[in-house]
């Protein structure tokens, strides 16, 4: 069975990003904004451990792109652009598992789920707006980060409707960061 999942780390005002995209505020982050290796993983490995496909949009590529270590090594990661092709990505990045998909996340989750992949990690403001407009995500897991940005890419949006969840369980971490976990209530 397809599982459609977001992991991902908020301001505690709500944003996912700086309003040019930039991540510099997380944890550990470099000058130039990509994540530097620290001794804590807020259960990343584990949650990777159960994807098999992950689904970003084009900025969040172009966010994330320059991380090393690669966190995505071993999956199939899927961008979703219209602008974007197979070879643009690949040409410029080099990396094995790198494919474009036009959309919408309608039909990028039917040719998943026809696939038969199993879990899907999707990742990114916009793309995790698509897929909750769409009633497609089942879990959602987000880091709190003890700062506030004021201004940014926020995680939600319009929605067109509740989108109510069942709280799985909070965990704080030594670093500051406290996650909750949540399944979408049916």
Do not use: C, N
């Not at 159960?50 to 689904?55: A, K, L």
């Not at 690669?70 to 219209?82: H, I, N, T």
């Not at 990114?124 to 897991?141: C, D, H, N, S, Y």
């Amino acid at each position: 069975m397809t599982t459609f999942r977001v992991f991902i780390a908020t301001s505690l005002d709500g944003f996912i990003a700086r309003p040019d995209g930039r991540l510099d505020w997380l944890p550990g982050a470099t000058p130039d904004g990509v994540p530097a290796p620290s001794g804590e993983d807020h259960g990343f490995g584990a949650f990777m451990a159960g994807v098999e496909v992950v689904v970003m949009g084009r900025a969040t590529f172009g966010a994330v792109r320059d991380f090393s270590p690669w966190p995505y090594a071993g999956k199939r990661l899927v961008v979703l652009s219209r602008t974007l092709s197979a070879a643009d990505i690949l040409e410029d990045l080099r990396r094995e598992g790198v494919e474009v998909h036009p959309g919408p996340v309608e039909v990028l989750a039917a040719e998943l789920r026809e696939q038969g992949v199993g879990g899907v990690y999707v990742d990114g403001g916009r793309t995790v707006q698509a897929f909750l407009r769409a009633g497609l995500l089942e879990e959602l897991t987000v880091t709190r980060v003890p700062v506030l940005l004021g201004e940014g890419l926020p995680l939600f949006g319009p929605l067109g409707g509740d989108v109510w969840w069942v709280h799985q369980g909070t965990q704080a971490f030594p670093s500051g960061l406290v996650q909750d976990s949540y399944r979408v209530r049916r």
